[in-house]
């Protein structure tokens, strides 16, 4: 896959230069980088470059939309994560659930620099955050929802680089107003077919039909019966020898999806499909397990 094009928002080498070198300028004012990801792909949607350029730092994770992820996975994913040292907890930035625990995950994930600082008899300052991620994993609705309203901005400080605003949350935390920004690593097909599935890919570059048949075959083996239920189709598709395609072409007729001719169209059955994926009509999915990582 070409990572330049990669994005519905302009990718080229310039681009993530600048970023990557600002938040190396934000990692020096900051205590804590929380970092969200997507519920769906805890894996694919983390920049592995974060481990070095928050080297040092105090580390959250957030799995962020979980309302739209399969809970018994994100469970497993969140094992996973603390098991490496990550604080973690599993959020829906849209309508506020979970939001509540961030702060004790930020406060736990700072204990030992909190320890430090009170055997120097520094009190009450509070920890500095700043919020990481790829587009589109919801970091502005996470800084939006997480600061609320009645949060003033706390201004320019003495030390800090001017413009920077810092957001007072309440005692303990505050938040660097603008987020890092990071970009996906295509690592594997695997990982830039995932990504593909929730639409952080501009889907002008890809090939819908394509993406709609791997993504039928992935739910029909991971959530086996989850296709029939929804489309009132048979998901058996034994002895074909393209069952992506053979599950297209029974959502094509059952959803009436016809050209001029009276041709199954199956572009508009996979655009569709993959709709109702994202829109978690079909369910909550996750499309990726720690088992999976190799
Ligand atoms: P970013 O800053 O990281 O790029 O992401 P942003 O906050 O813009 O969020 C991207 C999209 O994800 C938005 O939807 C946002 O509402 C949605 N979103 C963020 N957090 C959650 C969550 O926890 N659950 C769900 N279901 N959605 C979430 P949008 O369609 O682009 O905009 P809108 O429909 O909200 O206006």
Redesign the pocket.
Known sequence: MNESKTNNINWYPGHMAKAKRLMQEDMKIIDVVVE?VDARIPYSSKNPDIDTLAQGKSRVILL?????ADAAVTALWKTYYEEKGFTVAA?????GNGLSAVTDCITTACKEKLERDRKRGIMNRPLRAMIV?I????????INSFSGKAVAKTGNKPGVTKGKQWIRLNKSVELLDT?GILWPKFESQAIGQRIAWIGSINDQILVTTDMAEKLLCFLADRYPGIIAEHYGIEENTEGSEHPGAELLSRIATRRGCLKKGGELDLERAAALTVDEFRN?KIGRISLEKPSDIG
């Open positions: 969200l962020n939309k979980a309302d739209m959020i829906n930035a849209r309508s991620g587009p589109n994993v919801g970091k502005s609705t996470f987020p978690v």
